[in-house]
């Protein structure tokens, strides 16, 4: 039996993920090519393939002719998984989508603001049907791995359902609500061992929304902790501005 | 449990005989970890915390850990199971948690009985210490008479100010305390005295007065208000479940490794607040909504598992009424079905 064939794609991105994609031991390297061929991966090598097991995708849709390109992506492969939370989310390049394109074209490029083709910034999801999605800002490398394998084995992907909240009292942390800061951990997906509010930090939601998140209270909590409404909607803002619920529809 | 033996010792004797203990056993005890204090392993009795205070978990999770490999795999089929258990002494465990103790003594034991579990208690030594008054305003172990140890101990601890009074409830507890404290014969009227301040600090905090009935009222208020009431603002974060010294719901999946070779079998703590707890194949959630979910973590502290261990199977610690962000109790639903 062949093995599968993979590739990675990039689009409105830090190429971040890819890199985490390949952030590997000598060893797990082995094994992963052991498992798939790899194919296509700008960030790795130079060759390209044809047709697709997994497409990998990383990165949000910002322009109009990346749509076409994502679509043959879509034609080639039997998995389109999403890398990422630019690609699962529109990550961080949505918060341009707060302002209007005259406004954010200004900013960046004051010297001639239609020297590049730009508009509202998309996750692929909202473009192609997705397959599968590995969460986070960046990704996990480990649940990259688990993630291909489960493809590569016919499993549906493991990813957690449930909120960081989970997590941060399996390790034992104080609540970062009980320090005074306001953390949006009880709606956001699990999965990265409530890497940030473990560390100091609290979750600024990174790995997207959990399947059915109780928004009205979490908004209720942040206010009852001291945010006003417009501080609460900035916490969101970073990384939820595709959430119709929180923002509503921009389109 | 025999008839207690009353013993005295100093609380310099018990930290001197755990030091020594510390060369056959792991110690656990409260102690300070950054800005947190929890039970942790210790090196030496100077990082004890002898005053309680509410920890984030309880001790549940030496016992039956957050994550575990309960064997190892070959694809050819070569399966080799996994029992780590070493000698623990968990001491200044309180009334609480040892109710929690014996709680989950009681559900692990069933049928077959759960190997990992069972070799990690028969190798432990579980020194509790009673407590002289609530620990603070969450906790409410008084209302579900949980404020006094009814087992899940080797040895009790009464305080009697620089002075322990105690009571030994198994062999393996009374071979422990001659190998490692110094005794001396106490009176009856020692461990009165300490329960008198017991009963004083304890004063007007009474139980829920129809305690044993809950299991029957329980079941008769499936439609109460409150489910909805309490369950709208419930997050389904699964926080009240983590921090439970009773709740003992585990997932188990195969971790197959990258290569396809050999793989682990893990089991780690589920929650049945979580949306996806009572998913089956095909989609099909039997308990879709946070209201369910509450209403069936509640009526397995209060009513089926009440009646099938003989007493409230939340022992009021008070942990995920402090974890919970959108401040829904046990306390407070049981007061608004069975009145105070």
Excluded at chain 2, 66 to 72: A, C, G, R, T
Excluded at chain 2, 103 to 120: K, M, V
Excluded at chain 2, 213 to 225: A, G, L, R, S, V
Excluded at chain 2, 314 to 337: F, M, N, Q, T, Y
Aim: charge should be negative; charged fraction near 30%.
């Amino acid at each position: 039996m062949s093995k599968p064939k993979v590739a990675f794609f990039d689009f409105a991105c830090c190429e971040g993920c890819q890199l985490c994609a390949i952030d590997l031991e000598p060893e797990q390297l082995l094994d992963l090519v052991s498992v798939v061929d790899i194919v296509e991966f700008r960030e790795a090598m130079s060759e390209t393939g044809d047709q697709l097991d997994i497409a990998f995708v990383e990165g949000s849709i910002t322009r109009d002719s990346d749509i076409d390109r994502l679509k043959k992506i879509r034609e080639r492969a039997k998995l389109v998984v999403a890398l990422g939370a630019c690609s699962m989310i529109a990550g961080i390049n949505a918060l341009k989508n707060f302002q209007t394109k005259a406004e954010y074209t200004q900013a960046v490029y004051p010297e001639d603001p239609n020297k590049y083709e730009t508009t509202t910034a998309k996750a692929i999801g909202e473009i192609i049907q997705v397959d599968a999605f590995i969460p986070g800002c960046p990704i996990d490398t480990g649940e990259f791995l688990r993630v291909t394998k489960n493809l590569v084995l016919g499993k549906t992907p493991d990813i957690p359902t449930y909120p960081v909240c989970v997590e941060c009292k399996r390790n034992e942390n104080v609540c970062v609500y009980e320090k005074g800061i306001q953390c949006l951990g009880p709606v956001i997906r699990a999965g990265c061992n409530a890497r940030c509010p473990s560390n100091g930090g609290y979750c600024f939601g990174c790995r997207g929304l959990i399947p059915e998140p109780n928004i009205n209270s979490q908004q209720d909590i942040m206010q009852k902790y001291g945010l006003t409404y417009e501080k609460m909607l900035e916490k969101f803002k970073l990384f939820l501005q595709r959430n119709q619920e929180i923002f509503g529809d921009d389109q | 449990m025999t008839k207690p033996e009353i013993l005295i010792t100093t609380k310099k004797s018990i930290l001197k005989g755990l030091d020594q203990a510390h060369s056959t056993y792991r110690i656990i005890a409260l102690t300070r970890n950054q800005e947190r204090v929890i039970y942790d392993y210790i090196n030496s009795s100077d990082e004890i915390e002898l005053e309680y205070q509410p920890t984030v978990l309880s001790v549940k999770k030496f016992f039956f850990p957050q994550d575990e490999i309960i064997l190892d795999y070959t694809v050819e089929g070569k399966v080799t199971p996994r029992i780590e258990a070493e000698n623990l002494v968990l001491f200044g465990v309180r009334p609480c948690d040892l109710n929690g103790i014996k709680i989950l003594d009681e559900a692990f034991a069933e049928s077959h009985g759960d190997p990992n579990y069972l070799s990690r208690r028969e190798k432990s030594i579980v020194i509790g210490i009673d407590c002289q008054k609530v620990c603070d305003k969450d906790a409410f172990c008084y209302k579900v008479d949980s404020n006094e140890a009814k087992g899940g101990f080797d040895i009790m601890l009464y305080d009697l100010e620089d002075r322990y009074v105690i009571q030994v409830a198994s062999a393996k507890g009374q071979k422990f305390l001659e190998r490692y404290f110094e005794t001396t014969p106490g009176l009856p009227s020692d461990l009165e005295k300490a329960l008198a301040k017991k009963k004083e600090g304890f004063k007007g905090l009474e139980p829920f007065k129809n305690l044993e009935k809950f299991p029957e009222i329980f079941e008769k208020n499936k439609d109460h208000p409150v489910w909805e009431e309490e369950g709208s603002r419930c997050l389904s974060c699964g926080s009240c479940i983590m921090v439970c010294p009773t709740c003992y719901c585990f997932d188990v999946a195969d971790e197959l490794a990258l290569n396809l070779k050999k793989g682990q079998r893990m089991r780690r703590w589920d929650a049945c607040m979580l949306s996806a707890f009572a998913e089956v194949a095909g989609g099909e959630n039997f308990r879709p909504t946070a209201k369910e979910r509450l209403h069936h973590r509640i009526d397995r502290k209060f009513n089926f598992l009440m009646a099938k261990h003989g007493q409230a199977v939340c022992v009021g610690c008070g942990r995920c009424v402090r974890a919970c962000l959108a401040d829904i109790s046990p306390k407070v639903i049981a007061e608004k079905i069975t009145g105070k």
